[in-house]
């Protein structure tokens, strides 16, 4: 038991450097120009801000302070739901929803419009049929949770599409003419998709068949990173951030950061006092030099 609470506590070591990270790394992509934002600031622009900051402090208070967590880790009460037609629904109804959205915004019918289309519901797809296929559960889900998840993602969906494929308007024509970019974002994409998929393959085979016991993962980026399956996630939606170039792409990122940085965070202490080999304040410095290195590169790249 204690094992398992210790590896469940030490995500919060990942989350919170995933939220930092995460912010940062959206910050470097607006110093690179590859955020935009429309020249008119409507009342829509507002709303939609607004909305991502109500659900980022929603996030901070429910997950951060514990007020009203999602149950669905493995840590959480057996529902009364089949485990994979759960976690489908959650998955498929969003995805059902952000299609709706891009059907009847009005115009959807450029390259950029099918290229965002492709990468967002692809992600989505594929998660469908890792459950199907791949995932190996030990209960039950809440229909509670089905519902929570379904809506939180579904904001996600309506926001994005909304901003990308209707507010950026007749702007969205050129998004693609900066083809540095959208190679840079889909190698991102790509390679966080990769990350996922391995990892979640890695994770569903811990176990001997039939057994429900809990297993320290191992194996792939396990000895480097705590969850190698959200840090390929987060890699993966910033490079569709970067290929969607629209402001609304991050609007969707930043709220699951926080989600990541908040969820486990009640439980950091402990963990701190046990597990040490946690990454310091002075690793996270090093990296940002790096990063800013590197931001440094990719300019002298595109002058080329």
Known sequence: WY?????????????TGGAGFGIFLSFLA??????WFP??????????????VGVSLTNYANEYHQFYPLQYS?????????????????YFVHMLVYMLVWRYVGNADSAYDYLVLSMYCGHFAKRCLEVIFIHKYSKDCLLQTVIEIASFYSLGAVVTAYSCHKLAGEARYSFLDDMFRVKVGLSIYGAGQLCNLFHHYVLANLRAPGSFRYVVPSGGLFSM????????ELVSWLGFAITAYQYGGYLSYIPMVVYLWCARSPHLPLVRNQVRH??????????ARRLLSFVDMLKHVKAR
């Open 3 to 15: 094992q398992r609470r210790v590896r469940e506590a030490v995500v919060s070591t990942q989350s």
């Open 30 to 35: 607006y110093l690179q120009g590859w955020v």
């Open 74 to 90: 493995k840590f959480a009460a057996d529902g009364g739901v089949p485990a994979r037609l759960g976690w489908f629904i959650m």
């Open 225 to 232: 990173v705590v969850c190698p399956q959200y840090l390929g």
């Open 39 to 52: 020249e008119e600031l409507t009342w829509e622009f507002y709303a939609l801000i607004a909305t991502c």
């Open 278 to 287: 946690l990454p310091q304040r002075r690793h996270a410095q090093a990296l």
